[in-house]
């Protein structure tokens, strides 16, 4: 039985009181000692459904928020609710016999009492049955892991086996099929937009019977539990009856900064292994996988998501900034007051002074959030926007933060901190186009075109800086946040599943769809087109085309073959469009997505170059054909069908 005396939790949670700037003490922090201390019953328990104590320390903070760094009273009083809760766990330790309160006395009095800042976020996290956690906090017995079972681990097929997993990654992956005696991972899927590890899993008992196969991911361990919330809310409830699903908690170790999520799915009678369309590509083609994109996950996930659109009018940099790489990247510095030739970024944010900054410059950011926490390099991230959605704007990231002695939570408000620059993101956006050996002047308000004419394309690493304040007339609806073809999976009889929800929520009904084409952009068109910058311009060529409703330039060609999913995926987004037949607001969403994935070094070269001019393509149609505020119809929606039709391969020629 625990005896963690009171003396020592006070400590703890005197301590919390002061990095908090709260100058009482309170249950909330009280509650976060109990968390804080290595082996409490309170981080078990809280391990037991999934969470893990930083996360709902994390979460406590955004409640209470820091105080003023001001005091108004002498001392650290104890609160009116921590009196009470002290005279239940006094109560509780004489009904044992003890005259001493320890650690189960608290926990069990903070339940009982039940109507904390602790409580009531355990409730928001899902935890609400506060008699259920008072009956558990009376009876829990820490269990030993070191007499789990080992679970084997063996690696199918098809199984890269130079996609070597880490030792964090195994013990996680373990940890998630405990009570298995073996689990053979088939495969791992590719894609996305983060470091998260997607695999196929299947487990096997001792006897050798199979279950039927998972989709297990892991990632860090916020953005797991992020995400697992996320499902809870946004998307448990919009999903049709046979698709993926969690169906279980998270599963967290202790030791790593790694979390685990089971995806459930549904499969035939033969017990067939789930396919994402990135593993069946080969067999169909982009024209069958085009259609039935249009046909089949569309329809099935468009009437609760896509199809439930309303009207919204947005700047584009609410949508799509985060995209970017952060507009800063400082280092923290010992400057309290900001010097009189200094710059202070605050909203609204002017970007001309920021494109005049340079290395070295102090700079101020006031009343921006915190967005993440990065232990391992010293650093946080600030964005504007509010609460911990996947979607912020104007990241900045701050180096050189000792984490140990100054608190920060995700979600908190930085009133004011200074720094000096050391990147700013012009200068990322620049060195990954010279990382792409262009054979051009990369630094020209123009880069070659896809003809002979040089001045053909605006140059989108200068170009797109004007566009992020201009107003979108578009929809909004829940959107997946990562729909590529890794996260696309075929059920029984090639029916529609989506997987990985950690980005969904309400946005621009058109991302979606704009990260889809850059997917197949990159991985499907491309490699059918080369590898040289005048392969890339070839793409371009076909592309543009393809906007402007024309008929492919040789339909026999690799590109225009390739290009055959694009073109269904254009049939969608004219059907989504609020505004008939204005693709402006299309053409955004695609300039700021393929900037994003020309800036991912996963991606070869050739794909990358082709991202670059995917960006300036659609800028230049910006300019020309959808000015802002042109009412233009470059073609009736009649012409745009049917030469779709042609393009998708779903009309003879």
């Known amino acids: 039985m625990s005896r963690i005396a009171l003396k020592d939790i006070l400590i703890g949670a005197r301590q919390e009181a002061y990095r908090m700037r709260h100058f009482y003490l309170g ?57 009470v809760i002290l005279d239940i766990a006094g109560d509780l330790a004489l009904d044992h016999h003890r005259e001493e309160i320890d650690e189960r006395d608290l926990l069990m009095a903070i339940f009982m009492e039940a109507d904390s800042v602790p409580v009531r976020v355990l409730c928001a996290l899902g935890l609400d049955n506060i008699e259920h956690l008072t009956q558990l906090a009376a009876e829990y017995t820490i269990a030993d892991d070191s007499h789990r079972p080992y679970v084997d681990v063996i690696f199918g097929p098809d199984f890269d086996p130079a996609a070597v997993l880490s030792v964090e990654q195994m013990l996680v992956l373990r940890r998630m099929f405990y009570g298995y005696q073996q689990i053979r991972v088939e495969r791992r899927l590719i894609g996305g937009y983060s470091d998260a590890l997607l695999l196929i899993v299947t487990p096997l008992h001792a006897d050798g019977r199979e279950d039927a196969a998972v989709v297990a991911k892991i990632n860090h361990v916020d953005a797991t539990l992020d995400e697992a919330r996320r499902y809870e809310v946004r998307v448990r409830n919009s999903l049709p009856p046979l698709t993926a699903r969690l169906e279980e908690k998270p599963v967290t170790q202790e030791g790593t900064n790694l979390a685990g999520l089971k995806y459930t799915l549904v499969t035939s ?33 468009g009437q609760l998501w896509w199809q439930q659109s309303r009207p919204y009018r947005f700047q584009a ?7 970017l790489p952060p507009i800063l990247t400082l280092e923290l510095a010992k400057e309290k007051q900001l010097p009189p030739q200094g710059f202070t970024v605050r909203m609204p944010l002017k970007r001309s002074r920021l494109r005049q900054l340079e290395y070295g410059d102090l700079v101020a950011v006031e009343n921006f959030i915190v967005q993440k926490i990065y232990p391992e390099r010293k650093a946080i991230q600030l964005a504007a926007g509010h609460g911990t959605e996947s979607a912020h704007a104007y990241k900045i990231e701050i180096r050189g933060i000792d984490l140990e002695a100054n608190t920060y939570y995700r979600g908190e ?6 720094g000096s620059v050391w990147k700013t993101r012009n200068e990322q956006l620049m060195h990954a186009v010279r990382s792409l050996e262009p054979d051009f002047d990369p630094t020209g308000e123009r880069i070659p075109g896809i003809d002979d004419r040089d001045d053909r394309l605006p140059n989108p690493i200068v170009a797109f800086d004007g566009l992020l304040d201009s107003y979108v007339d578009g929809t909004l609806s829940t959107i997946h946040g990562d ?15 989506l997987i990985d929800f950690a980005h969904t929520r309400d946005g621009h009904t058109l991302f979606d769809w704009a990260v889809l084409e850059i997917n197949l952009l990159c991985d499907v068109v491309m490699p059918a087109a080369g590898s040289t910058w005048d392969d890339a311009r070839a793409v371009a ?10 008929p492919p330039h040789d339909p026999d060609s690799p590109i225009t073959q390739a290009l055959a999913a694009i073109a269904n995926i254009r049939e969608i987004v004219q059907e989504r469009l609020a505004v008939e037949n204005k693709w402006s607001e299309y053409y955004i969403a695609v300039a700021f997505c393929a900037l994003r994935a020309m800036m991912w070094d996963t991606l070869p070269h050739s794909s990358r170059r082709l991202m670059l001019l995917v960006a300036a393509l659609s800028i230049n149609e910006l300019r020309t054909r959808f000015r802002p505020g042109s009412d233009s119809n470059p073609h009736s929606p009649e012409v745009t069908d049917i030469n779709m039709s042609f393009w998708s391969g779903e009309l003879g020629g």
Do not use: C
């Open 27 to 83: 249950a909330e922090h009280l509650f976060i000692a109990l968390l804080e201390m290595q082996g409490s019953i309170a981080s078990n328990m809280i391990k037991e459904y999934g969470l893990t104590p930083e996360y709902v320390i994390n979460a406590i903070r955004r409640k209470t928020g820091k105080g003023s760094k001001h005091r108004l009273w002498a001392g650290v009083p104890n609160t009116p609710r921590m009196e």
């Open 413 to 418: 408000i930085i009133e004011h901190i200074i």
């Open 541 to 550: 060529q076909q592309l543009m085309a393809l906007n402007g409703g024309l």
């Open 269 to 301: 009678g033969n017990n067939r292994q789930p396919m994402d369309l990135r593993a069946i590509l080969h067999d169909w083609g982009p024209a069958r996988l085009g259609i039935w994109l249009k046909s089949e996950l569309y329809p099935t996930f």
């Open 317 to 323: 940099w609410r949508e799509y900034d985060w995209l």
């Open 483 to 497: 729909l590529h073809l890794g996260n696309i999976m075929l059920g029984p009889n090639n029916s529609s599943f």
